[in-house]
């Protein structure tokens, strides 16, 4: 059995959903989170592993009409957004996110109508209904650069639901930030005083630290960024030793793309503990390629969405994928080097 699944016949269960996924002409979309069964999987069938932006991107793209979506209820919700017309199928439909759950739409509707002079931004792990209401959606790839563009426009933000993402996001831009004091169930538990002594047991480490992480964790990272943004610094960086600071679900990525690199999950508690380092998302670990292929095979776990919702909940990220995609073609049109500028410019302490 795969270290992290809980499947035991993967070869079998594998085979299955491939089958699966060419009779019901439909592509496997999932995230760097999921077990390392799906992720390679979606690689070997002609779909995508991604982070969240690229995920819908991917989705709204592909000529596929039904969509597979590995990861937690508010992808597979961002997908139907982007792509009504398609048919999207999750393992697990009770997959779903903290930040997602600590975020209800009333509540968050009543939060907006006391603040009308601010601009709305609202992260990707929301609810259709929270997003209905935002002006725009951001993932973590994106936040930073388009917290600035609103900044240097005059604008001030109102921010939902990751306090910690709102709090780096404001530190980096010096915008005037509003924040709902959400977390992920993960990050939330990095410990900066354990990584502090992790990083003097490993003195020549470097260490990413994904956004959604305390003050304390970015603080003492090298490199904050996107899950994206954390696999392309593991295989740039030079170093032999990464300390990383988000869902262990990356590590399989990180692996394949920098072989021969040691990789360390940043301290979850200290030596006492029976679980060191524990961080897995217990919503992303619900994604099983049985459960998958069930999906597929009764065309069960269908996300469904009211049509109204879903183009109000479309605008906000059709914006967010505008913005990306103006970025892009800048970064292009300045070469490698500006990227590599982009990117390295989160170096240091956070
Ligand atoms: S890792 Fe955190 S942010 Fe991501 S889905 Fe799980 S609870 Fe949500």
Redesign the pocket.
Known sequence: MNARSNEFDLPAAADRVRTLLAREGAVLVAHY?VDAALQELAEQTGGCVGDSLEMARFGRDHPARTLAVAG?RFMGETAKILSPDKRILMPDLEAT????LGCPAADFAAWCDAHPDRTVVVYA?TSAAVKARADWVVTSSIALDLIAALHARGEKILWAPDRHLGAYVQRQTGADMLLWQGA????DEFKGVELELMRAEHPQARVLAHP?SPEPVLAQADVVGSTTQLIDAARRLDTDTLIVAT?QGILHKMRAQAPGKTFLAAPTAGDSATCKSCAH?P??AMNALSSLADALEHGRNEILLDPALGLRAKRPIDRMLDFAERRKRRVQASGDLARDGALYARVGPA
């Open positions: 989170y937690v996110c903290s930040l997602d792990n992920c169930v993960v990050h959604e869902d998302c919503w992303m």
